[in-house]
Nanobody, 125 residues
């Protein structure tokens, strides 16, 4: 059974950094893309970053480009989201998710169907 487990959330001051981890099990990762999503209070969930497990190609939305970096460690079946220069508007519950992919494209975000439980990220002084 496909399972995704996030970790690494917490409280950080504006301008600080956090690294989220998404450990995957129960499936063959090279046939999937892994994405990070977030949902702030009162807002819809949005896709933030994603990566093709097959070839490592990545995508970041404009609001996090240059600050967030997604990466993978195939030996550990883990995907990371390094978040730097955090802002208060980055405060949200962050989820990792998986989508079947035959190609190396990790977008679009609408067909991610396997989800982790989420981890809270709070950016506040």
């Amino acid at each position: 059974q496909l399972q995704l487990v996030e970790s690494g959330g917490g409280l950080v001051q504006p301008g600080g950094s956090l690294r989220l981890s998404c450990a995957a099990s129960g499936f063959t990762p090279e046939n999937y893309a892994i994405g990070w999503f977030r949902q702030a209070p009162g807002k819809e969930r949005e896709g933030v970053s994603c990566i093709s497990v097959k070839d490592g190609s990545t995508y970041h939305v404009a609001s996090v480009k240059g600050r967030f970096t997604i990466s993978r460690d195939n030996a550990k079946n883990t995907v990371y989201l390094q978040m730097n220069s955090l802002k208060s508007e980055d405060t949200a519950v962050y989820y990792c998710a998986a989508a079947r992919r035959l190609s190396s494209a990790c977008v679009p975000f609408y067909d991610y169907i396997y989800w982790g439980q989420g981890t809270q990220v709070t950016v506040s002084s």
